[in-house]
């Protein structure tokens, strides 16, 4: 398998960003919080799309997504449509 180059590392961690941070917030604010919730992962996937996984669990080895969201956001983190919509489950 070919290696990456040094400008496409292998397994890359996701930096956690402020904007990131304000998308996961909204996000747990309209759904509500899960009793088990470890993490909330906003994933960028262009330029103001976001995959939002709420990951749940005793710990991070039997963890799971519970939910799952792909967003719009605009340019200060507003969300502006989510697939599927986000409801108060929690």
Same mark, same amino acid.
């Given at each position: 398998?070919?290696?990456?180059?040094?400008?496409?590392?292998?397994?890359?961690?996701?930096?956690?960003?402020?904007?990131?941070?304000?998308?996961?917030?909204?996000?747990?604010?309209?759904?509500?919080?899960?009793?088990?919730?470890l993490k909330v992962?906003?994933?960028?996937?262009?330029?103001?799309?976001?995959?939002? &996984?709420?990951?749940?669990?005793?710990?991070? $080895?039997? !963890? %799971? /997504?519970? &939910?799952?969201?792909?967003?719009?956001?605009? $340019?200060? !983190? %507003? /969300?502006?449509?989510?697939?599927?919509?986000?409801?108060?489950?929690?």
């Amino acid at each position: 398998m070919p290696k990456a180059s040094p400008d496409e590392p292998e397994n890359e961690p996701i930096a956690a960003t402020p904007l990131n941070d304000l998308i996961g917030r909204q996000v747990i604010r309209s759904l509500g919080t899960p009793k088990d919730l470890l993490k909330v992962r906003v994933h960028p996937v262009g330029a103001d799309h976001y995959r939002v &996984n709420i990951v749940t669990g005793k710990d991070f $080895a039997t !963890g %799971k /997504i519970a &939910n799952s969201f792909f967003l719009t956001a605009d $340019a200060k !983190g %507003k /969300i502006v449509s989510s697939t599927p919509q986000i409801v108060k489950l929690y």
